[in-house]
């Protein structure tokens, strides 16, 4: 296993969660990590990813301002802020990472992959 998501939970709309993907050296020493999720019925979509070189950020529209991508780069961890969490971002949320540079927000374009972590938003 070379990505592993935690931190994912039930939480109230309006909370907050932070999602830590931990991987080793090989998977995170890459050109990009990112996040994706997937409801029940919809495609897997795009949340947000970090670029190794620059630090460069993505975001979908869905999350900006909401959500905040990092990387620890000692700890091989990116972790995924999630702010005022809406019904909607209830999915299972995947860790990704991109070898070489290719379209950042399409899923088929990614390498290794987490097993995903449930996030449900209710009250």
């Known amino acids: 296993v070379q990505l592993v998501e935690s931190g994912g939970g039930l939480v109230q709309p309006g909370g907050s969660l932070r999602l830590s993907c931990a991987a080793s050296?090989?998977?995170?020493?890459?050109?990009?990590m990112a996040w994706f999720r997937q409801a029940p019925g919809k495609e897997r979509e795009f949340i947000a990813s970090?670029?190794?070189?620059?630090?460069?950020?993505t975001y979908a529209d869905s999350v900006k301002g909401r959500f905040t991508i990092s990387r620890d780069n000692a700890k091989n961890t990116v972790y995924l802020q999630m702010n005022s969490l809406k019904p909607e971002d209830t999915a299972v949320y995947y860790c990704?990472?991109?070898?070489?540079?290719?379209?950042?927000?399409?899923?088929?374009?990614?390498?290794?992959w987490g097993q995903g972590t449930q996030v449900t938003v209710s009250s």
């Open positions: 990704a990472s991109m070898i070489f540079a290719r379209t950042i927000t399409s899923a088929n374009e990614y390498d290794y």
């Open positions: 050296a090989r998977t995170f020493t890459t050109y990009a």
């Open positions: 970090s670029r190794r070189n620059g630090g460069i950020t």
